[in-house]
C-alpha cells in the first residue's frame, strides 16, 4: 500500500468521511488514517457479549437540506433508519435517525469505497518539500499534499505543536478557545427489558445522568442493553476517580429506569464530547500552501451534521485555494 497521496484525511468519523468523500468523488486521491480501531469516531458502537450498544452519538438529525439528502442515502442503503420525533412523551416533530445496525453503520457505509487505514495514531505532521509528512506512532510515514485534520482541536494542535508548526497568534488563540464537555458512559446489560419510556430514550435535565437509551427498544440490540450518558458536571468531577465504582453510582441513580438487575456493564469516557464553544467558520485553514484545513464539529455545529457541514467546507475550501483544480 502507498502512503504518498494528493490528500491525507486525518480522523475517521463523519468530517474525515464526510471530506474524504466529497474530494474522492472529485477525482482527488485520498488516504484516511485513524488511530481507531473502527471507523466512526464518536458515532460508537459496541457489542458486550449479545448486547449491542450505541455508546456515542445516539442519533442523527437534520436541519439543512444537504445533510437531509445524505441521511436519506443512508437510509437508501440500509446504514440508517427513521427512529423518532422525540423522547418522553414529547413529540416536538423533528425526526431523529439511527444508524443500521447502530451508529457505526453509517460511517461503515460512508468509508466504503475510500483508502481507510485504520490503527494509525497521528503523532506529528511536519512541512516537507512539497506539502506534509505525517508520522504515526505505529511507525508509518504519509506524505500528501494536502491534509484535512479533523481530531477534536486539542488533539490537532498536540500534532502540530509536535511537528514545530508555526501558528498564527490568530488563529492559535481561537483554536484554544475551543473546549469541550467531558461524557461518562456506561453501558450495562440488563436480566430483562429496561422501563425506558418509549421508544427507548431520555433526556434529563436535573441530577448526574443526561441521557438514558434503551438500545433494544431502539431496535440495534436483541438483548436488554441500557446506554447511560452522565451530565457535563458530573463526568468532568468524577473523571479521575474509579471508573467501577462510578459507574456503580450512576447504574443506582438510574434504577428506576431499568427496572431490572444488571448482568454487566462497561465503562468509556469520552474526553471530547462535544465543543462548549464553536468557532462556526465552517473549517480553519492553518496553512494555504501546502494547505493544512482543520474541520470538525467544533466548526460548524456540536452534532453529527455539523461534523458532515465541516467536512464539506473543508472540502470547498481545497477548491477555493486552487487545490482541486490542479489535480
Ligand atoms: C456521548 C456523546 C453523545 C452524542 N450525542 C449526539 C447525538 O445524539 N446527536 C448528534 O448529532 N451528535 C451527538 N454527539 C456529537 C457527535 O457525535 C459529534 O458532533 C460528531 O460525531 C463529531 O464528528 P467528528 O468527525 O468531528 O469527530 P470524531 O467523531 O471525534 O472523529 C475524529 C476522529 O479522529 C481520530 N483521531 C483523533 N486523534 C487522532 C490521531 N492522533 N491520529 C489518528 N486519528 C486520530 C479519532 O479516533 C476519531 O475517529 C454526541 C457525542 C458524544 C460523545
Redesign the pocket.
Known sequence: MKNDCEILV?????????AATELAARGCGVVV????RG??????TRRIGEATFD???????ARTPRFAGSVEECCKAAAAREWCRGFGGANDGHL?WRGQPG?TGI?KHLAADLDVRMG????ALRRAVTGWQVE??EGEAFQARAVVL???VP??L??LDAGGMVIGTEIRGRLEKITY?R?L?VMAVLEQPSCVPAPGGLQLTEGPIA?LGDNQQKGISTQPAVTI?ASPAFSSTRWDDDRDETARELLAAAAPWLGSGVREFQVHG?R????LEVDACGCMTVSANPPLIM????FA????????L??WAAAAELGRLGFLAAQ
Open positions: 486525518i480522523g475517521t468519523g463523519m468530517t474525515g468521511l464526510t488514517v485513524d488511530k481507531g471507523v466512526g469516531g464518536r458515532l460508537a455508546h456515542g452519538a445516539q442519533f442523527v438529525t431523529r451508529m460511517a494509525q495514531t497521528v503523532l504515526t506512532k479533523t481530531a477534536p488533539q490537532s498536540a500534532m464537555e461524557c458512559v441521557w450518558h469520552w471530547y464530547s462535544r465543543p474541520a470538525g464539529d467544533a455545529a456540536p452534532r453529527v451534521e455539523g461534523a458532515a465541516s467536512g
